[in-house]
């Protein structure tokens, strides 16, 4: 049988924001933190150095902001 809005009853959306923000926390410590270094201990050095040149281009070819920045 599906879950739907009748069959639990109606709850307040802030309840339903904090339970999902909660889930959200915890699937992302699951699979985060281990996720890049599992994917760069499956490539080849090779591999490795591409996208490591790769990123250093876009870095540098990225153009300085001259906006301010936001402060708190």
């Not at 009748?6 to 699951?30: D, L, P, Q, T």
């Not at 933190?33 to 070819?61: D, V, Y």
Request: charged share 35%.
């Amino acid at each position: 049988m599906p879950i739907t809005a009748s069959s639990i009853g109606i709850m307040k959306h802030e309840i339903i924001s904090r339970v999902m923000r909660e889930f959200g926390r915890r699937g992302g410590k699951v699979g985060g933190p281990k996720g890049g270094r599992a994917r760069m201990a499956a490539l080849t050095p090779e591999e490795r150095s591409a996208l490591a040149r790769k990123a250093a281009r876009a870095r540098w070819r990225r153009k300085p902001t001259t906006r301010k920045r936001k402060t708190a």
